[in-house]
């Protein structure tokens, strides 16, 4: 069963696809992980991964959407068969519902956080208070499983609801209301980190390369990170591409995307750093950055509550608009698969995914460091989910890189790029070498870092990607390649 529905406008899928890449990717992940790492030598690997690898498999998971016009789990079905190549390409779909639960899961948890945050900021309750104070506050809300899940039940509600409004009166009329407030806000805060923080270090961390000083796991997160950033590789982009106009072009709305994606997290990081290092605070804060490191920035500036609020509000609208995109490919999937209503569907996503979401309220606080889950897999539930979203993310994107460039045909692909033939030939290029092998680089450098058990894991799986396209057989007139 088709879906048959189209946006509204032809501009829809470009904002629909912004809303989703802009998130907590950006304003809370990218800048924690570039302190953390180093600065510039992380932002290097990261926006090298989004321009040669993220932007061609991202025309190419839009085309995928558009090509099939279905959820990607019925949509990967569809494309093997009519296409007839080997059914093991439909993991693509599976893996990326997988990938979809696993983030929805932190991320409402996360995007929580900035409830309470944007609460105390606005009421005032922060001015003024000292370093102690304040990191005693993020402790305590960390301590108590109670706030935390009350925060993360109200955001997955919320964005449960827009996704049940349907795509047309929930998805695109929020977005519009929401995304230009978002970069309206976003330039505030910039204008106000120069005005009181020190603009020349932040732009000095971020663009200082050596890479050097990039661990092995360092290059695992840029990876990981530039394929979260812009949502690739677990179809929140090829069930948005399955509603884009068929004469919309793929390449530019692709670019479009990953460009506003990059200047965003770069203007956030420049704010971000500039008011940490202005106030003489410490990059290396980790997941903590946003919500200790900078709201002591601001308790120490003029109108700092109310920028600060103003800036958390820009933190839970992005990701509101982020979250939405990892409901709807489930829940499109759940309607044409069982034939149940959309809010019946959105249900039952939702529902599982605020039930995982508990493990990462618990990794906080019962089951911190020392329980039988760090024992056992040597780091919290939150950092597991989050290190198999590095994995699975970059796998799912690979798979719908060999897929898009070995499975299907060139005329095939050529059909729905309606390019020119060298900037085809380019993107092929792209999809059928580069990226792959970009993927496995990274992904041998730095796996064995990582713990032992995963490496199995992995392994069997990228084996049995290989064995697809191996077992790729030709259809009626499939002879040419
Ligand atoms: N891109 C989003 C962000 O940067 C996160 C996301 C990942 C959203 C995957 C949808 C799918 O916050």
New binding site residues.
């Given amino acids: 069963m088709s879906t048959h529905n189209v946006w509204t406008h032809k501009g829809t899928f470009l904002l629909a696809a912004i809303g989703?890449?802009?998130?907590?990717?950006?304003?809370?992940?990218?800048p924690y992980l570039t302190g953390e790492n180093g600065g510039g030598a992380f932002i290097l690997v990261y926006a090298l991964t989004i321009f040669a690898v993220g932007i061609p498999i991202l025309i190419a998971e839009t085309m995928l959407g558009r090509a099939s016009r279905r959820s990607p789990i019925m949509g990967m079905r569809f494309l093997t068969r009519t296409h007839g190549t080997y059914r093991a390409w439909e993991s693509i779909g599976w893996l990326g519902a997988a990938?979809?639960f696993l983030?929805?899961s932190f991320?409402s948890v996360i995007a929580g956080w900035a409830i309470h945050y944007t609460w105390q900021m606005l009421t005032g309750t922060l001015v003024g208070a000292d370093a102690e104070a304040i990191g005693a506050g993020f402790d305590a809300l960390l301590a108590s499983p109670g706030l935390l899940t009350f925060y993360h039940s109200l955001f997955i509600i919320a964005s449960g609801l827009i996704v049940g409004m349907g795509i047309h009166k929930g998805i695109e009329n929020g977005l519009r209301i929401l995304m230009p407030a978002l970069f309206a806000i976003l330039l505030v805060v910039l204008f106000y980190g120069i005005a009181n923080g020190d603009f020349a270090a932040a732009a000095g961390f971020l663009f200082t390369f050596n890479l050097g000083d990039l661990s092995l796991e360092g290059w695992l997160q840029a990876m990981g990170q530039s394929?979260?950033?812009?949502?690739?590789?677990?179809?929140?982009?090829m069930a948005y591409g399955a509603y884009m106009p068929s004469d919309a072009s793929l390449s530019r709305t692709a670019f479009a995307v990953a460009v506003i994606?990059t200047a965003v997290?770069t203007v956030a990081g420049l704010a971000i750093f500039s008011l940490v290092f202005g106030a003489g605070l410490d990059a290396a804060a980790g997941p903590g950055l946003m919500f200790v490191t900078l709201p002591l920035a601001f308790a120490e500036m003029p109108f700092g509550g109310l920028v600060g609020g103003v800036f958390f509000i820009l933190v839970l609208g992005?990701?509101i608009s982020?979250?939405i995109?990892?409901i709807e490919p489930v829940a499109a999937f759940l309607v044409e698969r069982f034939d149940l209503t959309r809010p019946q569907a959105v249900f039952a996503m939702v529902l599982a995914s605020w039930a995982l979401g508990l493990l990462t309220v618990v990794s906080f606080n019962t089951w911190a460091e020392g329980s039988l889950f760090h024992t056992l897999f040597g780091r919290s539930a939150f950092d597991f989910i989050e290190l198999l979203?590095n994995i699975f993310?970059p796998l799912g994107g690979l798979l719908i890189a060999l897929f898009a460039g070995w499975a299907l045909t060139y005329s095939e692909v050529m059909k729905e790029m309606r390019t020119s033939e060298t900037w085809f030939q380019v993107w092929r290029f792209l999809v059928r070498f580069v990226a792959p092998a970009a993927v496995a680089f990274v992904f041998l450098r730095s796996i064995p870092q990582v713990e032992g058990y995963l490496l199995p894991t992995v392994g069997a799986l990228i084996i049995v990607g290989a064995f697809a396209v191996g077992r790729t057989y030709p259809g009626k007139g499939r002879q040419e390649r």
């Fill in positions: 989703s890449a802009v998130g907590l990717g950006n304003l809370w992940r990218f990938s979809a983030i929805l991320y394929f979260f950033t812009l949502s690739l590789g677990m179809g929140a982009i994606d997290a992005a990701a982020s979250s995109s990892l979203t993310m």
